[in-house]
T-cell receptor, first 114, second 113 residues
């Protein structure tokens, strides 16, 4: 059974710091991995999608990497800003047929202090 | 391009009642998935509909059901509500094809009293 873990559960950093959020999964046979952001009481905003054949994806100040063999992904946020404060979730999709089923981690709640 | 919409945004019900939630996917998307989010269990997959057919189902009791219409809009129904059904219910829209990305709506906050 696939399990997704995110460590740490919470993180507080000063503005301007570069930071890394971690995501690990127990079954390396994944199809893709997606990073999301969730603001309190709101829905999820898709940040980056990495296919299993890719090693990383970049969007602005965000960079996500994927190492299937070790069952790990990281989300790198450069030059953090108070507006980055939110909960970050990673989710894996098992295979091409399970298009709608994502297995989520519990998330890392990030606070960026001005 | 309009995003995923969910109605209603907030709902208060009492135990034993039933509830219907609605989700309109992004135009052109044929897959709608439903998730339940609670503080204790996090995000859990309920089911996925693609072209009016249920394609995947999570591990939830039969009180949770859904359907999808020909215009890809989807509804989720929960019968005989329990206190533990209080949660944020999120729907996600995607093309349903192999390399699809999931886009989520704002959610419906259900409170069961």
């Amino acid at each position: 059974k696939q399990e997704v873990t995110q460590i740490p559960a919470a993180l507080s950093v000063p503005e301007g710091e570069n930071l890394v959020l971690n995501c690990s999964f127990t079954d390396s046979a994944i199809y893709n991995l997606q990073w999301f952001r969730q603001d309190p009481g709101k829905g999820l905003t898709s940040l980056l999608l990495i296919q299993s054949s890719q090693r990383e994806q970049t969007s602005g100040r965000l960079n996500a990497s994927l190492d299937k063999s070790s069952g790990r992904s990281t989300l790198y946020i450069a030059a953090s800003q108070p507006g980055d404060s939110a909960t970050y979730l990673c989710a894996v999709r098992r295979d091409s047929s399970n298009t709608g089923k994502l297995i989520f981690g519990q998330g890392t709640t990030l606070q960026v202090k001005p | 391009k309009a995003g995923v919409t969910q109605t209603p945004r907030y709902l208060i019900k009492t135990r034993g009642q039933q509830v219907t939630l609605s989700c309109s996917p992004i135009s052109g998307h044929r897959s709608v998935s439903w998730y339940q989010q609670t503080p204790g269990q996090g995000l859990q997959f309920l089911f996925e509909y693609f072209s009016e057919t249920q394609r995947n189902k999570g591990n939830f009791p039969g009180r949770f059901s859904g359907r999808q219409f020909s215009n890809s809009r989807s509804e989720m129904n929960v019968s005989t509500l329990e206190l533990g059904d209080s949660a944020l219910y999120l729907c996600a829209s995607s093309s349903g094809l192999a390399f699809n990305e999931q886009f989520f709506g704002p959610g419906t906050r259900l409170t069961v009293l």
